[in-house]
Protein backbone atom coordinates (compact mmCIF):
# COMPACT_ATOMS: atom_id res chain seq x y z
CA UNK A 1 0.00 0.00 0.00
CA UNK A 2 1.41 3.70 -0.60
CA UNK A 3 0.77 6.12 1.41
CA UNK A 4 1.57 9.74 0.17
CA UNK A 5 0.72 11.14 3.92
CA UNK A 6 1.22 9.34 6.94
CA UNK A 7 0.45 11.04 10.42
CA UNK A 8 1.68 9.44 13.38
CA UNK A 9 0.23 10.07 16.85
CA UNK A 10 0.52 13.58 16.54
CA UNK A 11 -0.69 16.48 19.21
CA UNK A 12 -0.76 20.30 19.23
CA UNK A 13 -1.58 22.67 22.08
CA UNK A 14 -2.39 26.37 21.80
CA UNK A 15 -2.68 28.70 24.48
CA UNK A 16 -2.76 25.72 27.09
CA UNK A 17 -5.68 23.82 25.23
CA UNK A 18 -5.14 20.94 23.46
CA UNK A 19 -6.47 21.20 20.21
CA UNK A 20 -5.11 17.80 18.17
CA UNK A 21 -4.90 14.79 20.51
CA UNK A 22 -3.04 11.50 19.38
CA UNK A 23 -4.05 12.25 15.49
CA UNK A 24 -3.17 9.08 13.21
CA UNK A 25 -4.45 9.29 9.69
CA UNK A 26 -2.61 7.52 6.08
CA UNK A 27 -4.14 9.20 3.40
CA UNK A 28 -3.12 6.82 -0.39
CA UNK A 29 -1.82 8.43 -3.65
CA UNK A 30 -5.07 9.17 -5.50
CA UNK A 31 -7.48 9.63 -2.76
CA UNK A 32 -9.51 12.47 -1.71
CA UNK A 33 -10.13 12.86 1.68
CA UNK A 34 -12.43 15.05 4.02
CA UNK A 35 -11.97 16.44 7.28
CA UNK A 36 -14.90 17.75 9.24
CA UNK A 37 -15.53 19.14 12.34
CA UNK A 38 -16.97 22.26 14.22
CA UNK A 39 -15.10 25.63 14.34
CA UNK A 40 -12.03 25.76 16.37
CA UNK A 41 -11.79 21.77 16.02
CA UNK A 42 -8.45 21.74 14.32
CA UNK A 43 -8.93 21.26 10.58
CA UNK A 44 -6.96 24.35 9.40
CA UNK A 45 -4.58 23.75 12.49
CA UNK A 46 -4.38 19.62 10.61
CA UNK A 47 -3.72 21.14 7.14
CA UNK A 48 -0.61 23.45 8.63
CA UNK A 49 0.83 20.65 10.15
CA UNK A 50 0.90 18.58 7.01
CA UNK A 51 2.85 21.42 5.20
CA UNK A 52 5.02 22.39 7.54
CA UNK A 53 3.83 25.95 8.83
CA UNK A 54 3.12 24.68 12.06
CA UNK A 55 5.12 22.36 14.44
CA UNK A 56 3.55 19.44 16.31
CA UNK A 57 4.28 19.23 20.32
CA UNK A 58 4.39 15.57 19.48
CA UNK A 59 4.38 12.86 16.85
CA UNK A 60 5.16 12.68 13.43
CA UNK A 61 4.25 13.45 9.79
CA UNK A 62 5.44 11.83 6.73
CA UNK A 63 4.95 13.40 3.05
CA UNK A 64 6.05 10.39 0.46
CA UNK A 65 7.59 8.80 3.17
CA UNK A 66 9.95 11.08 4.23
CA UNK A 67 9.42 12.52 7.49
CA UNK A 68 8.69 16.22 7.62
CA UNK A 69 11.10 18.63 9.36
CA UNK A 70 14.36 16.10 8.95
CA UNK A 71 15.78 17.00 5.62
CA UNK A 72 13.00 19.60 4.66
CA UNK A 73 10.73 21.85 6.99
CA UNK A 74 8.37 21.72 4.05
CA UNK A 75 7.29 19.51 1.47
CA UNK A 76 7.66 19.64 -2.10
CA UNK A 77 5.07 19.28 -4.73
CA UNK A 78 2.34 20.07 -1.89
CA UNK A 79 -0.50 22.71 -3.21
CA UNK A 80 -2.36 24.44 -0.40
CA UNK A 81 -4.94 26.85 0.07
CA UNK A 82 -5.61 27.63 3.70
CA UNK A 83 -7.56 30.82 5.16
CA UNK A 84 -7.73 33.72 3.07
CA UNK A 85 -4.32 33.47 0.56
CA UNK A 86 -2.03 36.95 0.89
CA UNK A 87 -2.40 38.21 -2.79
CA UNK A 88 -0.58 41.59 -3.89
CA UNK A 89 -3.97 43.38 -4.31
CA UNK A 90 -3.40 46.34 -6.78
CA UNK A 91 -1.63 43.08 -8.88
CA UNK A 92 -3.86 41.31 -11.47
CA UNK A 93 -4.61 37.44 -10.95
CA UNK A 94 -1.97 36.15 -13.70
CA UNK A 95 0.13 38.96 -11.88
CA UNK A 96 0.01 37.39 -9.01
CA UNK A 97 0.90 34.04 -10.13
CA UNK A 98 3.69 35.28 -12.08
CA UNK A 99 5.11 36.71 -9.04
CA UNK A 100 4.68 33.66 -6.87
CA UNK A 101 5.80 31.18 -9.76
CA UNK A 102 9.17 33.54 -9.83
CA UNK A 103 10.11 31.84 -6.55
CA UNK A 104 10.63 28.34 -7.53
CA UNK A 105 11.00 29.44 -11.48
CA UNK A 106 9.58 26.30 -12.55
CA UNK A 107 7.27 27.05 -14.85
CA UNK A 108 6.37 29.12 -17.82
CA UNK A 109 3.89 32.02 -18.48
CA UNK A 110 2.10 29.61 -20.67
CA UNK A 111 1.86 26.86 -17.95
CA UNK A 112 0.26 30.07 -15.66
CA UNK A 113 -2.14 30.57 -18.70
CA UNK A 114 -3.04 27.44 -18.95
CA UNK A 115 -4.02 26.70 -15.29
CA UNK A 116 -5.75 30.10 -15.24
CA UNK A 117 -8.03 28.97 -18.02
CA UNK A 118 -8.81 25.68 -16.48
CA UNK A 119 -10.58 27.10 -13.28
CA UNK A 120 -12.12 29.04 -15.69
CA UNK A 121 -10.49 32.77 -14.65
CA UNK A 122 -9.42 34.65 -17.81
CA UNK A 123 -4.99 35.38 -18.09
CA UNK A 124 -6.01 38.62 -20.04
CA UNK A 125 -8.19 39.79 -17.06
CA UNK A 126 -6.42 43.38 -16.07
CA UNK A 127 -8.97 43.25 -13.17
CA UNK A 128 -6.87 43.96 -10.14
CA UNK A 129 -7.56 40.91 -7.24
CA UNK A 130 -8.76 43.47 -4.72
CA UNK A 131 -11.48 43.85 -6.43
CA UNK A 132 -12.01 39.88 -7.51
CA UNK A 133 -15.64 38.35 -6.14
CA UNK A 134 -14.99 35.72 -3.43
CA UNK A 135 -15.59 32.99 -6.10
CA UNK A 136 -13.00 34.69 -8.39
CA UNK A 137 -10.30 34.18 -5.13
CA UNK A 138 -10.94 31.35 -4.53
CA UNK A 139 -10.40 30.03 -7.79
CA UNK A 140 -7.16 31.69 -7.97
CA UNK A 141 -6.16 29.86 -5.18
CA UNK A 142 -6.43 26.93 -6.52
CA UNK A 143 -5.28 27.84 -9.73
CA UNK A 144 -1.85 28.70 -7.41
CA UNK A 145 -2.32 25.13 -5.51
CA UNK A 146 -2.09 23.25 -9.03
CA UNK A 147 0.16 25.79 -11.34
CA UNK A 148 3.22 23.64 -10.77
CA UNK A 149 1.78 20.34 -10.86
CA UNK A 150 1.60 19.35 -7.46
CA UNK A 151 0.48 16.32 -7.05
CA UNK A 152 -0.75 16.94 -3.51
CA UNK A 153 -3.77 19.44 -3.15
CA UNK A 154 -5.09 20.61 0.15
CA UNK A 155 -7.45 22.93 0.25
CA UNK A 156 -8.81 24.69 3.60
CA UNK A 157 -12.66 25.69 3.11
CA UNK A 158 -12.81 26.36 -1.03
CA UNK A 159 -16.39 26.89 -0.77
CA UNK A 160 -16.54 29.20 1.93
CA UNK A 161 -19.14 31.98 0.73
CA UNK A 162 -19.24 30.93 -2.32
CA UNK A 163 -22.45 31.43 -4.67
CA UNK A 164 -24.14 28.56 -6.62
CA UNK A 165 -23.02 28.74 -9.85
CA UNK A 166 -19.38 29.57 -8.41
CA UNK A 167 -19.72 26.16 -5.82
CA UNK A 168 -20.33 24.03 -9.17
CA UNK A 169 -17.56 25.55 -10.64
CA UNK A 170 -14.86 24.59 -7.71
CA UNK A 171 -16.81 21.23 -7.45
CA UNK A 172 -15.89 20.15 -11.70
CA UNK A 173 -12.23 21.47 -11.06
CA UNK A 174 -11.71 19.12 -8.25
CA UNK A 175 -13.34 16.26 -9.99
CA UNK A 176 -11.31 17.27 -12.59
CA UNK A 177 -8.11 17.24 -10.32
CA UNK A 178 -9.56 14.09 -8.92
CA UNK A 179 -9.45 12.58 -12.62
CA UNK A 180 -5.76 13.40 -12.92
CA UNK A 181 -4.97 11.12 -9.62
CA UNK A 182 -4.03 14.03 -7.77
CA UNK A 183 -4.26 13.57 -3.57
CA UNK A 184 -6.58 15.90 -2.64
CA UNK A 185 -7.84 16.92 1.00
CA UNK A 186 -10.60 19.39 1.54
CA UNK A 187 -12.57 21.03 4.51
CA UNK A 188 -15.59 22.36 4.46
CA UNK A 189 -18.63 23.86 6.85
CA UNK A 190 -21.09 22.06 4.95
CA UNK A 191 -21.02 18.62 4.87
CA UNK A 192 -22.85 18.17 1.09
CA UNK A 193 -19.74 19.49 -0.21
CA UNK A 194 -17.71 16.61 1.79
CA UNK A 195 -19.95 14.24 1.20
CA UNK A 196 -20.40 14.31 -2.50
CA UNK A 197 -16.42 14.25 -3.71
CA UNK A 198 -14.94 12.12 -0.90
CA UNK A 199 -14.48 8.61 -0.59
CA UNK A 200 -13.19 8.84 2.93
CA UNK A 201 -13.85 11.38 5.34
CA UNK A 202 -12.93 12.14 8.96
CA UNK A 203 -14.36 14.43 11.79
CA UNK A 204 -12.26 15.77 14.27
CA UNK A 205 -14.65 15.01 17.68
CA UNK A 206 -12.90 16.61 21.10
CA UNK A 207 -9.23 16.79 19.70
CA UNK A 208 -9.21 13.51 18.45
CA UNK A 209 -9.65 12.21 14.49
CA UNK A 210 -12.48 9.96 14.21
CA UNK A 211 -13.18 7.71 10.93
CA UNK A 212 -16.81 9.15 9.71
CA UNK A 213 -19.80 7.42 11.02
CA UNK A 214 -23.44 7.12 9.51
CA UNK A 215 -24.62 8.42 13.20
CA UNK A 216 -22.19 11.21 12.66
CA UNK A 217 -23.39 12.14 9.15
CA UNK A 218 -27.23 12.60 10.21
CA UNK A 219 -25.95 14.99 12.82
CA UNK A 220 -24.04 16.54 10.34
CA UNK A 221 -27.32 17.20 8.21
CA UNK A 222 -29.18 17.90 10.89
CA UNK A 223 -26.69 21.14 11.75
CA UNK A 224 -27.45 22.17 8.08
Do not use: W
Amino acid sequence: MEYVIEVRNVTKEYKGRVILEGINLKIEKGATVGIIGANGSGKSLLFKILVGLVKPDSGEVYIRGEQLGKKADFPDRVGILINAPGYIELYSGFQNLQFLASIQDKITDEDIRNTMKMVRLNPDDKTKVKNYSMGMKQKLGIAQAIMENQDIIILDEPFNALDYQSNREIKAIIKKLQKEKRTILLTSHNFRDIDSLCSEIYAIEESHLETFTEEMKKYYLDEE
